[in-house]
């Protein structure tokens, strides 16, 4: 069964303080790795997608980087705005299909 | 492009009652999602649209739920009867695209659901 496990389940950095966020997935087939990120009361928003181990994609204060097993969300010198629930999520299959599995989430608070 | 629109962003109701929950997408995307999130099962697909046509709706956990797409531009989620464990927040979300390079969802505010 295809699962997706994020960790940990909550995180709480000083401001400045970096850290990495763990997604770890067996899935058969990986189409696409996603992180969303997700404010409280709002819809998730996209970050980033990454397609085959080895690739990195950078955003600001984010990078995101992926292995055969794994996912990683670098937040290097994090600012309160970074507080949020980031969410991973992958598309598997054989064939294009619309269905994200997603992760529980990590939530993330840092202080000033 | 006001994004994906949905409506109502709060229903309270009591058990038994019919809940339609409604969507607009994003003008242009072929792609219609109706997810679930709740704290202990995280965001779970229900059903998504194609060009308004249902392709997958494995994720519709009973008869009480239903979906339809009449038209590009609007999509209604329904429960009926509800019941308290139906009680989570519901996103729409839509892409134009599943080709892997572009298959970004875009995700709406979501309506959030308690039924007593």
Not at chain 1, 18 to 32: A, D
Not at chain 1, 97 to 111: A, C, P, S, Y
Not at chain 2, 3 to 29: F, N
Request: hydrophobic letters at 30%; charged letters at 20%; a negative charge.
């Amino acid at each position: 069964e295809d699962q997706v496990t994020q960790s940990p389940e909550a995180l709480r950095l000083q401001e400045g303080e970096s850290s990495s966020l763990n997604c770890s997935y067996t899935v058969s087939g990986l189409r696409g790795l996603f992180w969303y990120r997700q404010d409280p009361g709002k819809g998730p928003e996209f970050l980033f997608t990454l397609y085959s181990a080895g690739e990195e994609k950078e955003k600001e204060r984010l990078k995101a980087t992926l292995t055969k097993k794994e996912s990683f969300l670098h937040i290097t010198a994090p600012k309160p705005e970074d507080s949020a629930t980031y969410l991973c999520a992958v598309q598997a299959g054989s064939s294009n299909t619309g269905k994200l599995i997603f992760g529980q989430g990590t939530t993330l608070q840092v202080k000033p | 492009d006001a994004g994906v629109i949905q409506s109502p962003r709060h229903e309270v109701t009591e058990m038994g009652q019919e809940v339609t929950l409604r969507c607009k997408p994003i003008s242009g995307h072929d792609y219609l999602f109706w997810y679930r999130q709740t704290m202990m099962r995280g965001l779970e697909l229900l059903i998504y649209f194609n060009n308004n046509v249902p392709i997958d709706d494995s994720g519709m956990p009973e008869d009480r739920f239903s979906a339809k797409m009449p038209n590009a531009s609007f999509s209604t989620l329904k429960i009926q009867p509800s019941e308290p464990r139906d009680s989570a927040v519901y996103f729409c979300a839509s892409t134009p695209s599943l080709t892997y390079w572009a298959n970004v969802l875009t995700f709406g505010a979501g309506s959030r659901l308690t039924v007593l």
